[in-house]
């Protein structure tokens, strides 16, 4: 049958062409000159078909023998747009351009023409789709598992400065043209109720029952996540929440119309919205049903695809593993015991021992979110089995502790998956309940050893790890770098596709003036395209001679985007007093998103695009200086991007950043990085050479002694281009008629209490940023230091972070698709 379709999808031109008119004219019912969301819909519809052949055959190839394979628990897929990479991966994106250019059609407006599918916050969700893409061209046996939100990460909109938040119903022109529901795989999850003790009339042994709890269906929609051009295509399975009453005909037909649906929306409201706002208490229900409805759909479903194809599960632990993406699946511990011993009617620590042998965790933050918790009575309301599993595995762990440090009742206490304030710590309890823990960085996971999870890495050394992150180069320079992609072909041939080391190859032609000019004349374009997204967007034009200095990221203190404002300030300043000899023209270009109940975040967006205003109109400033504040930050505005950027902005506080991803799409596609020693930034230096490297600022240790006597008004006082901006932000020039707006971030800053030191780094800061002005004026060098980046980003690959946690945690075999 596999065979036959094969034969019927083909890949040519023509095949291409013939299969899109069919899905446009026939089953979407429009024509070439439609709006060109439904030309999309119909190319991915005939790009799927092509999908569909192999993924079958990858799906048959994992089950036709007893091979070991691996979950991927994530709550945040940011997958962004798939007809690019997908078109990419299956080896057709030439052909489909083709296709569309003999119907008078262009292939990228088609492409721009589909939603970002943002089921993600940030980095944590783009490294997971990273890791996906990865696993499939590795051909590993890797299936993910995520939440269909039906509202994705917010749609940002500027209004007078301001953030305000829109919603993202990337769902909301009909269905996902990628996705397959899978219904027959529905599971229910349970909430509320209460847990019952019986004997169990056949064991004699004591059991637990979940009763009167609410069902909630969770149900698939499978998403193809196909390798290059390897025939692989695996699964990203995403769960939908449902009621398994539907709609209460009855109370319709009484005329209660409002509650013949309660029970379903009540129940879609779990997958309704991305990562709700947890600031109220509603919200942090919310976000915990979540979690839950995640992880227990998602092992309910491994489990069912076991036993139905080998029965017994004496075997099951050897066979699979399950990775934990940050803290919020961490609850897959207590579901999966809950599951061993309630269901499958197992002794505790025959149980236990699978479930640790199988469990992985890694740990992505060193913020105080890195230890999630939820209050004990939440969790007695919404999971009280659950609840009654961790309080087992706290127990018999405590007892552990207890062994290996007597009478030391401080350790106990500070180890405690139960704190002292009634609440349930969720690392300590992925902890607990893996055999892998595992940083994103190496600065990061050593700081994890000697910091945050000190009591637990003496406890169990053997456990911890690290895997450095990485980036898919499919995605972030041969699909968003196409200029760039065309020119390495053409010179070391396709391999760095799917060996990124091959790259190296080039830094041999750095010293070659015609390779330099070709170089140049990608980033050129690349920062003209950039130019005219800006304009369109912002009504900003941009000179692209002018340095691109980029920070986009998470709105976020740690981040510093204040202290990149700052020294725009400072800028500003120098021109404003004709300090402007040896002036090197800038851009500098912010993007990013605040959390919704994130003040201070909010407020710097609010500040960035004053200081914008004022020095956009500024005739004084012209091309010397401009600020743009790019709205709606998502994947495909990335994608637009860092092809563009010349200056790559990875200014942290040491010690905050546990890895970055940013920094390596930077550094991939040509940027010179400017950072702190924090997170990767540590491993770039080291392998892009330090005079590659714009280095500034304090240093881990360096921040942490200076927290105890810190006083930034000595920083102030002894810096003469501080006091200028210093001077400007208080006296309101950059609010005049808005006056007292900014004071919280000047007290912010200001005072002793500022755990992100920004004023300490300023001078050292505004050194470096002076010395990548001076290089940018020296076109020729500044170009082979371009070429030198990207040469060298070979180990920022996904595709070696892959095989690193296979080859230490998962152990799977690569399955050939012939």
Same mark, same amino acid.
């Given at each position: 049958?596999?065979?036959?379709?094969?034969?019927?999808?083909?890949?040519?031109?023509?095949?291409?062409?013939?299969?899109?008119?069919?899905?446009?004219?026939?089953?979407?019912?429009?024509?070439?000159?439609?709006?060109?969301?439904?030309?999309?819909?119909?190319?991915?519809? @005939?790009?799927?078909?092509?999908?569909?052949?192999?993924?079958?055959?990858?799906?048959?190839?994992?089950?036709?023998?007893?091979?070991?394979?691996?979950?991927?628990?994530?709550?945040?897929?940011?997958?962004?747009?798939?007809?690019?990479?997908?078109?990419?991966?299956?080896?057709?994106?030439?052909?489909?351009?083709?296709?569309?250019?003999?119907?008078?059609?262009?292939?990228?407006?088609?492409?721009?023409?589909?939603?970002?599918?943002?089921?993600?916050?940030?980095?944590?969700?783009?490294?997971?789709?990273?890791?996906?893409?990865?696993?499939?061209?590795?051909?590993?046996?890797?299936?993910?598992?995520?939440?269909?939100?039906?509202?994705?990460?917010?749609?940002?909109?500027?209004?007078?400065?301001?953030?305000?938040?829109? !919603?993202?119903?990337?769902?909301?022109?009909?269905?996902?043209? /990628?996705?397959?529901?899978?219904?027959?795989?529905?599971?229910?999850?349970?909430?509320?109720?209460?847990?019952?003790?019986?004997?169990?009339?056949?064991?004699?042994?004591?059991? @637990?029952? /979940?009763?009167?709890?609410?069902?909630?269906?969770?149900?698939?929609?499978?998403?193809?996540?196909?390798?290059?051009?390897?025939?692989?295509?695996?699964?990203?399975?995403?769960?939908?929440?449902?009621? !398994?009453?539907?709609?209460?005909?009855?109370?319709?037909?009484?005329?209660?119309?409002?509650?013949?649906?309660?029970?379903?929306?009540?129940?879609?409201?779990?997958?309704?919205?991305?990562?709700?706002?947890?600031?109220?208490?509603?919200?942090?229900?919310?976000?915990?049903?979540?979690?839950?409805?995640?992880?227990?759909?998602?092992?309910?479903?491994?489990?069912?695809?076991?036993?139905?194809?080998?029965?017994?599960?004496?075997?099951?632990?050897?066979?699979?593993?399950?990775?934990?993406?940050?803290?919020?699946?961490?609850?897959?511990?207590?579901?999966?015991?809950?599951?061993?011993?309630?269901?499958?009617?197992?002794?505790?620590?025959?149980?236990?021992?699978?479930?640790?042998?199988?469990?992985?965790?890694?740990?992505?933050?060193?913020?105080?979110?890195? #230890?999630?918790?939820?209050?004990?009575?939440?969790?007695?309301?919404?999971?009280?089995?659950?609840?009654?599993?961790?309080?087992?595995?706290?127990?018999?762990?405590?007892?552990?502790?207890?062994?290996?440090?007597?009478?030391?009742?401080?350790?106990?206490?500070?180890?405690?998956?139960?704190?002292?304030?009634?609440?349930?710590?969720?690392?300590?309890?992925?902890?607990?309940?893996?055999?892998?823990?595992?940083?994103?960085?190496?600065?990061?996971?050593?700081?994890?050893?000697?910091?945050?999870?000190?009591?637990?890495?003496?406890?169990?050394?053997?456990?911890?790890?690290?895997?450095?992150?990485?980036?898919?180069?499919?995605?972030?320079?041969?699909?968003?770098?196409?200029?760039?992609?065309?020119?390495?072909?053409?010179?070391?041939?396709?391999?760095?596709?799917?060996?990124?080391?091959?790259?190296?190859?080039?830094?041999?032609?750095?010293?070659?003036?015609?390779?330099?000019?070709?170089?140049?004349?990608?980033?050129?374009?690349?920062?003209?395209?950039?130019?005219?997204?800006?304009?369109?967007?912002?009504?900003?034009?941009?000179?692209?001679?002018?340095?691109?200095?980029?920070?986009?990221?998470?709105?976020?203190?740690?981040?510093?985007?204040?202290?990149?404002?700052?020294?725009?300030?400072?800028?500003?300043?120098?021109?404003?007093?004709?300090?402007?000899?040896?002036?090197?023209?800038?851009?500098?270009?912010?993007?990013?998103?605040?959390?919704?109940?994130?003040?201070?975040?909010?407020?710097?967006?609010?500040?960035?695009?004053?200081?914008?205003?004022?020095?956009?109109?500024?005739?004084?400033?012209?091309?010397?200086?401009?600020?743009?504040?790019?709205?709606?930050?998502?994947?495909?505005?990335?994608?637009?991007?860092?092809?563009?950027?010349?200056?790559?902005?990875?200014?942290?506080?040491?010690?905050?950043?546990?890895?970055?991803?940013?920094?390596? $799409?930077?550094?991939?596609?040509?940027?010179?990085?400017?950072?702190?020693?924090?997170?990767?930034?540590?491993?770039?230096?080291?392998?892009?050479?330090?005079?590659?490297?714009?280095?500034?600022?304090?240093?881990?240790?360096?921040?942490?002694?200076?927290?105890?006597?810190?006083?930034?008004?000595?920083?102030?006082?002894?810096?003469?281009? #501080?006091?200028?901006?210093?001077?400007?932000?208080?006296?309101?020039?950059?609010?005049?008629?808005?006056?007292?707006?900014?004071?919280?971030?000047?007290?912010?800053?200001?005072?002793?209490?500022?755990?992100?030191?920004?004023?300490?780094?300023?001078?050292?800061?505004?050194?470096?940023?002076?010395? @990548?002005?001076?290089?940018?004026?020296?076109?020729?060098?500044?170009?082979?230091?371009?070429?030198?980046?990207?040469?060298?980003?070979?180990?920022?690959?996904?595709?070696?972070?892959?095989?690193?946690?296979?080859?230490?945690?998962?152990?799977?075999?690569?399955?050939?698709? $012939?």
């Amino acid at each position: 049958m596999v065979e036959k379709l094969l034969s019927t999808t083909g890949m040519s031109v023509e095949d291409i062409e013939e299969d899109f008119l069919k899905y446009l004219c026939h089953t979407i019912g429009r024509n070439l000159s439609s709006e060109k969301y439904y030309i999309f819909k119909a190319l991915s519809y @005939a790009t799927r078909d092509r999908l569909m052949v192999y993924w079958k055959k990858t799906w048959e190839a994992y089950n036709r023998q007893k091979t070991k394979k691996a979950y991927y628990l994530s709550m945040e897929f940011l997958i962004g747009r798939s007809l690019t990479n997908n078109l990419l991966n299956l080896g057709i994106d030439s052909e489909a351009k083709q296709a569309m250019y003999e119907l008078g059609l262009n292939l990228e407006e088609i492409e721009h023409a589909e939603r970002d599918a943002g089921l993600g916050n940030g980095g944590l969700g783009r490294l997971a789709a990273c890791f996906m893409d990865s696993c499939a061209t590795l051909q590993l046996p890797v299936m993910g598992y995520g939440l269909r939100y039906e509202y994705g990460m917010f749609r940002q909109v500027i209004e007078e400065g301001y953030q305000v938040e829109k !919603p993202d119903h990337w769902l909301g022109e009909g269905p996902y043209p /990628w996705e397959v529901q899978r219904a027959e795989y529905t599971q229910i999850v349970k909430f509320g109720g209460e847990s019952r003790l019986y004997v169990d009339p056949q064991t004699k042994q004591m059991t @637990a029952h /979940w009763e009167d709890a609410e069902m909630i269906e969770a149900v698939p929609y499978d998403v193809p996540i196909p390798g290059y051009k390897n025939h692989t295509v695996n699964t990203l399975r995403l769960w939908s929440a449902s009621s !398994p009453d539907g709609f209460n005909l009855s109370e319709f037909n009484a005329g209660s119309y409002t509650e013949a649906v309660e029970a379903e929306a009540k129940a879609e409201n779990i997958t309704m919205v991305l990562y709700p706002n947890d600031s109220s208490e509603n919200g942090k229900q919310l976000r915990l049903k979540q979690q839950y409805f995640l992880v227990s759909a998602s092992l309910q479903d491994v489990l069912d695809q076991w036993k139905r194809q080998y029965g017994s599960l004496d075997d099951f632990a050897d066979f699979n593993s399950f990775q934990l993406n940050d803290t919020h699946p961490s609850l897959a511990v207590a579901e999966l015991m809950r599951l061993l011993v309630d269901r499958e009617k197992m002794q505790w620590d025959d149980a236990w021992r699978m479930t640790t042998k199988m469990m992985a965790y890694t740990n992505h933050t060193l913020l105080p979110e890195a #230890l999630e918790k939820w209050p004990v009575e939440l969790f007695k309301k919404l999971l009280p089995r659950p609840l009654e599993i961790i309080y087992e595995i706290n127990s018999r762990f405590l007892s552990e502790v207890s062994m290996r440090w007597p009478a030391d009742l401080e350790r106990q206490r500070r180890m405690s998956i139960i704190d002292e304030h009634n609440n349930v710590c969720m690392a300590y309890l992925a902890i607990v309940g893996s055999h892998s823990v595992n940083g994103v960085a190496r600065l990061h996971s050593n700081l994890l050893k000697e910091g945050l999870f000190n009591d637990f890495y003496q406890l169990w050394p053997h456990k911890f790890n690290n895997k450095t992150n990485g980036v898919t180069q499919r995605r972030w320079l041969a699909g968003c770098n196409p200029k760039l992609r065309e020119l390495l072909n053409g010179k070391i041939g396709e391999q760095w596709v799917t060996h990124l080391d091959e790259l190296s190859k080039i830094e041999s032609l750095a010293s070659d003036k015609v390779f330099r000019d070709l170089w140049y004349q990608v980033k050129q374009h690349n920062k003209q395209v950039l130019a005219d997204a800006v304009f369109e967007h912002t009504g900003v034009t941009l000179n692209i001679e002018s340095l691109f200095d980029v920070q986009v990221k998470r709105i976020h203190e740690y981040k510093r985007q204040l202290l990149n404002v700052l020294h725009v300030i400072h800028l500003y300043a120098r021109i404003k007093r004709g300090d402007t000899e040896n002036w090197t023209n800038r851009v500098v270009l912010f993007g990013g998103k605040a959390a919704p109940g994130y003040a201070m975040a909010k407020k710097l967006i609010k500040l960035i695009n004053n200081v914008a205003h004022v020095v956009n109109n500024d005739p004084q400033v012209g091309d010397k200086l401009k600020v743009v504040f790019y709205p709606n930050y998502r994947v495909s505005v990335m994608e637009r991007i860092c092809p563009a950027a010349d200056l790559s902005e990875q200014i942290s506080t040491a010690g905050k950043e546990a890895s970055g991803t940013g920094n390596m $799409k930077f550094m991939m596609n040509g940027a010179l990085t400017i950072g702190t020693l924090d997170g990767a930034n540590v491993e770039i230096r080291e392998a892009v050479g330090e005079e590659n490297f714009f280095l500034f600022g304090l240093q881990t240790h360096e921040v942490e002694e200076l927290r105890h006597h810190y006083h930034p008004q000595s920083y102030i006082d002894r810096s003469f281009n #501080l006091q200028e901006v210093m001077k400007l932000l208080t006296v309101g020039h950059f609010n005049q008629f808005e006056p007292g707006i900014f004071d919280d971030v000047i007290h912010s800053m200001t005072s002793p209490s500022d755990s992100w030191v920004t004023l300490a780094d300023f001078d050292s800061y505004v050194e470096a940023q002076e010395q @990548a002005a001076a290089l940018y004026r020296d076109r020729e060098l500044w170009i082979k230091k371009s070429i030198i980046n990207t040469a060298r980003s070979g180990i920022f690959s996904t595709d070696r972070t892959m095989r690193d946690y296979n080859e230490d945690i998962w152990k799977l075999e690569p399955i050939t698709i $012939k």
